[in-house]
């Protein structure tokens, strides 16, 4: 049983007894920086820096456009999806890295919508992220085949699943509130009525352990650079069950999705499986740079990475009790099994708090209307990091020091 009371103590002992304890190395994190936004951009890996001047300096610097064959670019795509497929469960040669997840979920979409004609209705979560609402909704109008964006309340999600749902468009864990889905529950019952799932693992992949292939996805999309630590922007992924790799048509055909690219044909022809969901020219630095995350991630085991995510949220919960009584309320499940791995706190002066906690150099963010936001990525984070901030946290809550006038002003980036 945990003790009723932590103590700064108790929490060294565990990041002693840590088995992920040495990947903290394998980022480059200022010192002193307590870093609880790994879910919006992780940090740097260590070798991400050199092996991008690597890339830059010799591949493209020297090798110019020898390096597309010489250095094998060509094929990045499809040999760094092959490692995000590891890391996700997805069936092998199903996923391939390109383009953002904005762009990957419309392309997806659409390939997903022609699956399943005469089904009128694209079903998600109320409260999924924006760009996941905004992507179905701009394609629904683009397509103006009578097609709606049906948003539903989390447990309500079953009962609206019906004959008139072509996709249900699902966001694994909500950016929100850090609640998890039942992945191979829903999944089950989506195929039971009829419809395809897509399934956005911005806020899942490389947090947990996740099974694909043994859910029985349709199709999957997800960023670099969250947990994944590609980099800002880093290319995003996507998967197409090999079940519908040669029947579906993406929303966007390029010539990297053409069955023969460098034949330069006049009329597009498909590839065969997932390549033809990709669209145009990679871009290669950011691939670099996303390869050095994913190697890392790949050193781990994501079943430990989990355990030890779940210790982190429910200890942080227990220390903003402990330490801040009163002061927050709560919106991550406290049920395990129905939580991802971010603690998400209300309070109605969110904004300015967080801005007091960058001050003091503990990294959060803010969601609307007035949620603080913590990351748990146990590859470089410490227990006693989660200590240090909510003790950094209390001090700014009984002295009120987010209540300075430097803390209300609001950056174009929260
Ligand atoms: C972060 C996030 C995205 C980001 O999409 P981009 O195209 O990379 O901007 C998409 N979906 C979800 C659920 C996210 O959390």
């Given at each position: 049983?945990?003790?009723?009371?932590?103590?700064?103590a108790?929490?060294?002992?565990?990041?002693?007894?840590?088995?992920?304890?040495?990947?903290?190395?394998?980022?480059?994190?200022?010192?002193?920086?307590?870093?609880?936004?790994?879910?919006?951009?992780g940090?740097?890996?260590?070798?991400?820096a050199?092996?991008v001047?690597?890339v830059?300096?010799?591949?493209?610097?020297?090798g110019?456009?020898?390096?597309?064959?010489?250095?094998?670019?060509?094929?990045?795509?499809?040999?760094?999806?092959?490692?995000?497929?590891?890391?996700?469960?997805a069936?092998?040669?199903?996923?391939?890295?390109a383009?953002?997840?904005?762009?990957?979920?419309?392309?997806?979409?659409?390939?997903?919508?022609?699956?399943?004609?005469?089904?009128?209705?694209?079903?998600?979560?109320?409260?999924?992220?924006p760009t996941?609402?905004y992507?179905?909704?701009?394609?629904a109008?683009?397509?103006?085949?009578?097609?709606?964006v049906?948003?539903a309340?989390?447990?309500?999600?079953t009962?609206?699943?019906?004959?008139?749902?072509?996709?249900?468009?699902?966001t694994h864990?909500?950016?929100?509130?850090?609640?998890?889905?039942?992945?191979?529950?829903?999944?089950?019952?989506?195929?039971?009525?009829?419809?395809?799932?897509?399934?956005?693992?911005?806020?899942?992949?490389?947090a947990?352990?996740?099974?694909?292939?043994?859910?029985?996805?349709?199709?999957?999309?997800?960023?670099?650079?969250?947990?994944?630590?590609?980099?800002?922007?880093a290319p995003?992924?996507?998967?197409?069950?090999?079940?519908?790799?040669?029947?579906?048509?993406?929303?966007l055909?390029?010539?990297?999705g053409?069955a023969?690219?460098?034949?330069?044909?006049?009329?597009?022809?498909?590839?065969?499986?997932?390549?033809?969901?990709?669209?145009?020219?990679?871009?290669?630095?950011?691939?670099?740079?996303?390869?050095?995350?994913?190697?890392?991630a790949?050193?781990?085991?994501?079943?430990?990475?989990?355990?030890?995510?779940?210790?982190?949220?429910?200890?942080?919960?227990?220390?903003v009790?402990?330490?801040?009584?009163?002061?927050f309320?709560?919106?991550t499940?406290?049920?395990?099994t129905?939580?991802?791995?971010?603690?998400?706190?209300?309070?109605?002066?969110?904004?300015?708090?967080?801005?007091?906690?960058?001050?003091?150099?503990v990294?959060?963010?803010?969601?609307q209307?007035?949620?603080?936001?913590?990351?748990?990525?146990?590859l470089?984070?410490?227990?006693?990091?989660?200590?240090?901030?909510?003790v950094?946290?209390?001090?700014?809550?009984?002295?009120?020091?987010?209540?300075?006038?430097?803390?209300?002003?609001?950056?174009?980036?929260?």
């Amino acid at each position: 049983m945990p003790p009723t009371s932590w103590t700064r103590a108790d929490l060294a002992a565990l990041d002693t007894a840590d088995e992920l304890a040495s990947f903290r190395n394998e980022f480059r994190l200022p010192a002193d920086l307590i870093y609880l936004d790994g879910n919006s951009l992780g940090p740097l890996p260590a070798q991400a820096a050199a092996r991008v001047a690597q890339v830059v300096e010799q591949q493209w610097g020297e090798g110019l456009i020898r390096s597309w064959n010489t250095a094998g670019w060509i094929d990045w795509p499809v040999t760094l999806g092959a490692k995000i497929a590891r890391l996700i469960g997805a069936a092998p040669g199903s996923t391939r890295v390109a383009d953002s997840t904005s762009v990957n979920l419309f392309k997806l979409l659409a390939g997903a919508l022609a699956l399943r004609p005469g089904r009128p209705v694209i079903l998600t979560e109320a409260g999924n992220f924006p760009t996941d609402l905004y992507i179905a909704q701009g394609l629904a109008a683009l397509l103006d085949r009578g097609h709606r964006v049906v948003q539903a309340a989390p447990d309500q999600i079953t009962a609206r699943l019906d004959n008139s749902v072509a996709v249900l468009l699902l966001t694994h864990v909500n950016y929100r509130t850090g609640r998890l889905h039942d992945m191979q529950a829903l999944t089950q019952q989506a195929h039971a009525a009829g419809a395809l799932v897509i399934w956005d693992l911005a806020h899942s992949a490389g947090a947990m352990p996740l099974d694909l292939a043994g859910c029985d996805a349709d199709f999957a999309i997800g960023c670099g650079y969250k947990f994944l630590n590609g980099g800002p922007g880093a290319p995003a992924f996507l998967m197409v069950a090999p079940r519908h790799a040669d029947s579906f048509t993406p929303g966007l055909t390029g010539w990297f999705g053409h069955a023969a690219p460098f034949a330069f044909e006049a009329e597009f022809r498909p590839a065969k499986g997932a390549d033809r969901a990709l669209v145009g020219t990679p871009g290669i630095i950011g691939m670099a740079a996303l390869e050095c995350g994913l190697d890392v991630a790949l050193a781990a085991d994501l079943h430990e990475v989990r355990a030890k995510s779940l210790r982190m949220s429910s200890i942080l919960m227990d220390l903003v009790d402990q330490l801040c009584p009163g002061h927050f309320g709560l919106l991550t499940p406290k049920d395990e099994t129905l939580r991802g791995s971010q603690v998400s706190l209300t309070h109605d002066a969110a904004y300015p708090i967080m801005q007091a906690l960058i001050a003091r150099v503990v990294i959060g963010d803010v969601r609307q209307p007035n949620i603080l936001r913590f990351g748990l990525t146990p590859l470089y984070l410490r227990f006693t990091d989660l200590w240090d901030a909510a003790v950094i946290l209390a001090d700014i809550m009984h002295n009120a020091t987010w209540q300075r006038p430097e803390f209300q002003t609001r950056q174009k980036v929260i």
